[in-house]
């Protein structure tokens, strides 16, 4: 099973640009979540899915948008890059609304 | 606002050792505490304590959960060099999805 799928591992972007981090799971989870790492700091959320159509804001959301239109796809969209917005990013998914997260291999995003 | 603080922040051990990571955290409407090993990628599941199940282990690996104290520890004994890792600890309270807030993270070094 491939499990949690994000891509693309790695980018760099010019401040002002736009990008998308796809993130797929063939788990068939309806929790689906992004998480941002920086260095020294814990994961903070951004925004979660409960279901196909649902999305809500979390812990840090401003700058990003996400949209949730199959079970399988969670996309993160950077709408105007900044270098605030330089981390990893993870996706991850989850099979009820408390328990284990899957996590995807992460997207390490540099904005210069 | 939900907290997580971790300690130490890293540790290094000789091959064999027993080391305890520790865990506090302040949380409303608390649900379950759940510890992460996080080598060079995506974080992986360990454990997941809640209020019907403050105490777990797996092979090596054991964590107690302190609900009146609100602290758990998760304890490693006769390490080995594959335990080198970063251990983070995160706090889930009730609520429609399985937000978790996350501590900054315990970094392991095993030597031999």
């Known amino acids: 099973n491939a499990g949690v799928t994000q891509t693309p591992k790695f980018r760099i972007l010019k401040i002002g640009q736009s990008m998308t981090l796809q993130c797929t799971q063939d788990?068939?989870?309806?929790?689906m979540y992004w998480y941002r790492q920086d260095p020294g700091m814990g994961l903070k959320l951004i925004y979660y899915?409960?279901?196909?159509?649902?999305?809500d804001k979390g812990e840090v959301p401003n700058g990003y948008n996400v949209s949730r239109s199959t079970t399988e796809d969670f996309p993160l969209r950077l709408e105007l890059a900044a270098p605030s917005q330089t981390s990893v990013y993870f996706c991850a998914s989850s099979r009820g609304q408390s328990g284990e997260l899957f996590f995807g291999e992460g997207s390490r995003l540099t904005v210069l | 606002e939900d907290k997580v603080v971790q300690s130490p922040l890293s540790l290094v051990v000789h091959e064999g050792d027993t080391v305890t990571l520790n865990c506090s955290y302040e949380?409303?409407?608390?649900?379950?505490l759940l510890w992460y090993k996080q080598e060079k990628k995506a974080p992986t599941f360990l454990f997941m304590l809640?209020?019907?199940?403050i105490e777990k282990k797996s092979g090596r690996l054991s964590s107690i959960l302190d609900k009146k104290e609100l602290f758990s520890i998760l304890n490693i004994t006769a390490t080995q060099t594959g335990d080198s890792a970063i251990y983070l600890c995160a706090v889930e309270a009730t609520g429609t999805a399985s937000k978790l807030t996350f501590g900054t993270g315990t970094r392991l070094q095993v030597t031999l």
């Open positions: 809640t209020s019907s199940g």
């Open positions: 788990m068939n989870h309806n929790y």
């Open positions: 899915s409960v279901g196909a159509g649902i999305t």
């Open positions: 949380v409303t409407n608390f649900r379950s």
